[in-house]
C-alpha cells in the first residue's frame, strides 16, 4: 500500500465473539496493522477502554449496557448504545477518517451509519450475515406448532420484511461488499449501489493436513462439524443423516461437534455417541479438522462458510448444500459434495466406501484452500475503497467554479 490509503474508520458488529464477522474483524486490524494502514477499530467490548493508539491502528472499545438483547449465545444488540455516540464522535473527530465502514445493522453499526451521515463521509458497508433468511428459520422453529403453510406464510413475509429494512440501511451506503456474487448481484439490484466481493482467507500453517494424530488405517469415518449450534444453521440435519447412513448398513461412524448454542442440548439427546467438544481455538480447533474424515456443513444461510474453508485448508472434503457461500468453495465431486438435505447420506456413504475418491477430495480440498489468502481479500477491500473515494473527489471537483 502506498502513503495516500485512504484513513479508515472501521465499527464491526462483532470483534471478540466466535463468529465469521469477527473473524474477519480481527483479521482486517491484523492486515491493516502489518501495513501500517490508518484506521480506527470502534468495537463493542466486555470493558470500557480509552482510544489507543499503535502507529496508525487506533482502536476504541466501549461496552455494552445491561439492557442488551440476547441475539445468540455471545451476540447481543445493546439499544442504549447510542450513549457513546459522545465519546465516538471525539474519536471520529480526532482520527479525521476519510471514510466509514460498517459490517450491518448492530447497534455499532448504526452509529456509525450515523456518524457518516453527520459529517457528510462516504460509507462502506459489507453484508456478513443473511439476516433475512436468519430471521425467518427463528420464527418459523418458533411457529412450528402451527399448520406448516400458516408457518410458511408468515416466514416469507418476516424473510421480506427482514430484507426490506437491512436493504434500506445498506441503500444509505456508497459502496457495498458481500461474500458471493450471487449476494453482490441481490444487494446491487435492492439498492443500486456497486458491491464489492469481499471473501475470506485462510491460515495455511494453522489450518493444515499435518495437524492430524489419527490413523488415516484405524476403521473408523469420523464427520465433523463447526459452527454454531443454532437452528438457521440446519444442525438438527445432522441427526437425520445419522439416521440414513445407519439405515445403509453404515455402522461404524460418529460424529465430533465443535461449537456451542441452542440447539446443543437437543443434539444430545438425537445424536446418539456424538462428541461435543464445546469451542475449540488455536490447535486445538485445527487437530480437530484434520482429524476428520469428512466434514458436514448443512446450512443454508452461510454467506461464506469460514469454517468450510478451514477444513478443505485441513484437507478434508466437504459436503455442503446449494445455498450460499459454502457452495462456491466446494467443487462438486473433486474436493467434497454440494447437494440438497436428502442426499447428504449419500454423499457421505461414497466417500466412505470409495478410498480412492475420498483421498482425492482430500488433497483437492488443501489445493484449493490454498488459492485463498487474507492479503488479496483486503487489498480487493481497499481498491472498492478507492473506487468511491475517486468517485467523490470528481463529483467535488465538478462542482468547483472555473477560473476565468
Not at 406448532?145 to 427482514?162: D, H, L, N
Not at 441503500?171 to 444487494?187: D, G, H, I
Not at 448454542?261 to 488455536?282: C, H, I, K, P, Y
Request: proline residues 5%; aromatic residues 8%.
Amino acid at each position: 500500500m502506498d502513503g495516500q490509503a485512504p484513513r479508515v474508520a472501521f465499527f464491526p458488529d462483532s470483534f471478540h465473539e466466535v463468529n465469521g464477522v469477527a473473524h474477519t474483524s480481527r483479521h482486517f486490524e491484523s492486515y491493516a496493522r502489518k501495513h501500517d494502514l490508518p484506521l480506527l477499530c470502534v468495537r463493542a467490548g466486555p470493558h470500557s477502554r480509552p482510544i489507543e493508539r499503535n502507529g496508525n491502528l487506533w482502536t476504541l472499545e466501549l461496552p455494552r449496557s445491561a439492557f442488551s438483547i440476547p441475539l445468540e449465545m455471545d451476540l447481543s444488540f445493546d439499544p442504549a448504545y447510542l450513549r457513546h455516540l459522545p465519546i465516538v464522535d471525539e474519536a471520529l473527530e480526532r482520527f479525521a477518517p476519510d471514510l466509514i465502514h460498517i459490517t450491518g445493522p448492530s447497534d455499532v453499526g448504526l452509529i456509525g451509519a450515523a456518524l457518516a451521515h453527520r459529517y457528510g463521509l462516504p460509507l462502506a458497508a459489507s453484508w456478513h450475515t443473511n439476516v433475512h433468511e436468519y430471521a425467518a428459520r427463528r420464527f418459523t422453529h418458533l411457529l412450528r406448532v402451527f399448520p406448516q403453510t400458516r408457518s410458511i406464510g408468515a416466514a416469507q413475509t418476516i424473510e421480506r420484511c427482514a430484507m426490506s429494512i437491512a436493504s434500506a440501511l445498506y441503500s444509505a451506503a456508497q459502496v457495498l461488499f458481500a461474500p458471493n456474487r450471487e449476494l453482490c448481484k441481490e444487494l446491487e439490484q435492492a439498492t443500486g449501489k456497486p458491491c464489492f466481493l469481499m471473501l475470506r482467507g485462510v491460515d495455511l500453517d494453522l489450518f493444515n493436513p499435518e495437524k492430524r494424530t489419527r490413523r488415516r488405517d484405524d476403521g473408523e469415518l469420523v464427520l465433523g462439524y463447526v459452527g454454531r449450534l443454532s437452528v438457521e444453521k440446519n444442525v438438527r440435519q445432522l441427526a437425520q443423516i445419522q439416521r440414513e447412513l445407519q439405515e445403509a448398513g453404515i455402522n461404524k461412524f460418529r460424529f465430533v461437534i465443535v461449537g456451542h448454542g441452542d440447539e446443543e442440548s437437543w443434539l444430545r439427546r438425537n445424536l446418539a455417541g456424538a462428541e461435543f467438544t464445546g469451542v475449540l481455538r488455536g490447535d486445538a480447533l485445527a487437530e480437530a479438522y484434520a482429524n476428520m474424515d469428512v466434514f458436514v456443513f448443512p446450512s443454508h444461510t452461510d454467506t461464506f462458510g469460514n469454517v468450510v474453508l478451514e477444513a478443505l485448508a485441513s484437507g478434508v472434503p466437504a459436503v455442503v448444500t446449494p445455498d450460499g457461500g459454502p457452495s462456491s468453495l466446494v467443487r462438486d465431486g473433486v474436493s467434497g459434495r454440494v447437494v440438497p438435505d436428502e442426499d447428504f447420506a449419500g454423499a457421505i456413504a461414497g466417500m466412505a466406501t470409495d478410498g480412492s475418491l475420498h483421498s482425492g477430495m482430500c488433497m483437492a480440498a488443501r489445493r484449493h484452500a490454498m488459492t485463498a489468502s487474507w492479503e488479496s481479500v483486503f487489498e480487493g477491500v481497499y481498491a472498492g475503497y478507492k473506487t468511491v473515494l475517486d468517485s467523490v473527489e470528481s463529483a467535488h471537483n465538478s462542482r468547483l467554479p472555473i477560473a476565468m
